[in-house]
């Protein structure tokens, strides 16, 4: 059996409860060790106001992975990660501890009742795109980044390491 060629994707991960920076890179840590898979680049994290949502301000940042994972069975793993974190669904877009949505994957364009990439409303969001094109400055036009500059986006200052 032949061994599935390395793919370049892009996750956008955000969340607004609990300790939502804590969260999110925990998330990038979970998403680095998940099999088959290594980390790229990772963004900084951002903060933004919730948009078709509530509740607290969204911290949110974009990963760079490599895989030999299809886009399906990376969907199952972020779907798992976002479930271990305590995701739930009680209605559209509301409030959650970790969102985690496939941008990128490749070249591929894929359209699936589970699965839409590239992701359908990620050229709209201030919230992925400018973290993209921090990490992949080729894939984000400055039209694009032009388009979402109404959108408040603050950058969280990088944390020391403790000594």
């Known amino acids: 059996m032949q061994a599935r060629p390395e793919v370049l994707a892009y996750v956008a991960l955000g969340g607004n409860l609990g300790d939502a920076q804590v969260v999110v890179r925990q998330a990038m840590d979970q998403i ?3 099999a ?5 680049a990772k963004s900084s994290l951002y ?7 509530s509740g607290p301000d969204y911290v949110n940042a974009v990963v760079e992975i490599s ?3 299809s886009a399906p069975e990376l969907l199952l793993h972020l779907q798992e990660l976002e479930n271990r974190a305590g995701r739930e669904r009680p209605y559209l877009n509301a409030p959650r501890t970790l969102d985690l949505d496939l941008l990128l994957f490749g070249q ?3 359209t699936s009742q589970c699965l839409t990439v590239p992701h359908p409303r990620m050229w709209q969001r201030a919230f992925v ?3 993209l094109a921090e990490i992949a400055p080729h894939l984000v036009s400055d039209a694009q980044i032009s388009a ?3 959108q408040t986006l603050r950058r969280i200052p990088a944390q020391s390491p403790s000594n």
């Open 67 to 69: 895989t030999t994972l």
């Open 47 to 53: 903060l933004s106001a919730p948009v078709d949502s």
């Open 108 to 110: 591929a364009n894929i």
């Open 32 to 34: 680095a060790a998940l």
């Open 129 to 131: 795109l400018v973290p």
């Open 36 to 40: 088959q898979t290594r980390m790229v």
């Open 148 to 150: 979402v500059s109404g």
